[in-house]
Nanobody
């Protein structure tokens, strides 16, 4: 069993910053890609940023230069640094991880966290 837990969501004013964290725990042999998604009210979930196990990153056009994804492989943790936040960044933010399960040969599964709310409002 593998669990992902996000934290760091909050209510902030426009222009503020937040750092989200997502910790994976459980029967983990290794983690390949990790991603952050977000879902605003009435909208589909969208990919925000991704990071490979080697640190290669990718971003949605809407957050390039504004958000930074990083990870600590030793801690099975992925971060999302969000700067210059705007009201349109308001959403529930979810992380996922592509995990190779411990104790079983070559079994990979995608796990999701429960989400953390980010609200940007004056």
């Amino acid at each position: 069993q593998v669990h992902l837990v996000e934290s760091g969501g909050a209510s902030v004013q426009p222009g503020g910053s937040l750092r989200l964290s997502c910790v994976a725990s459980g029967s983990i042999a290794s983690i390949a890609g990790m991603e952050w998604y977000r879902q605003a009210p009435g909208k589909q979930r969208e990919l925000v940023a991704s990071i490979s196990s080697s640190g290669s990153t990718g971003y949605a056009d809407s957050v390039k230069g504004q958000f930074t994804i990083s990870r600590d492989n030793a801690k099975n943790t992925v971060y999302l640094q969000m700067n210059s936040l705007k009201p349109e960044d308001t959403a529930v933010y979810y992380c996922n991880a592509n995990v190779r399960l411990a104790g079983v040969p070559n079994i990979w599964r995608l796990y999701w966290g429960q989400g953390t709310q980010v609200t940007v409002s004056s």
